[in-house]
């Protein structure tokens, strides 16, 4: 099981949290768990998680009526049994225009609390 510890950073399109787990896999598991919860779908990625919610050539044709997400979460062992987690925004919302954007955001504050209860 995983525990969070800290936050390092956040900003509006990003943060860092730290946990404190046995090993990396459990944590990308308990990761997986809690988005696909959220109604996230895992996306294709050599190194990196790529989260995905939502479909973007629908969000091409509608807009901000249409939510699209899509996360880069990043994660790098940092000491002995701690690991950083760097979820970071890996699209910009324009397809929605302003209200797009602040879509964006809002996800962004939404997975920054889930993220603390991991």
């Known amino acids: 099981m995983s525990y969070f510890v800290n936050n390092k950073l956040s900003s509006s399109s990003a943060f860092t ?6 090993s990396q896999s459990e944590l990308e ?13 895992k996306g294709e ?17 509608l807009g901000a009526f249409h939510k699209y997400y899509k ?20 699209s910009t919302g324009m397809s929605g ?11 962004t504050k939404k997975l920054y609390n889930l993220f603390q209860f991991i």
């Open 17 to 22: 949290h730290v946990y404190q787990c046995a």
């Open 29 to 41: 598991n308990s990761i997986d768990i809690a988005l696909r919860g959220q109604g996230y779908k």
């Open 45 to 61: 990625s050599s190194k990196d998680l790529i989260y995905i919610k939502g479909n973007r050539w629908v969000r091409l044709m």
């Open 71 to 90: 996360f880069k979460i990043v994660i790098r062992p940092e000491g002995e049994s701690h690991f950083s987690v760097l979820v970071s925004s890996a």
């Open 97 to 107: 225009g302003i209200i797009g954007v602040g879509q964006i955001k809002d996800e």
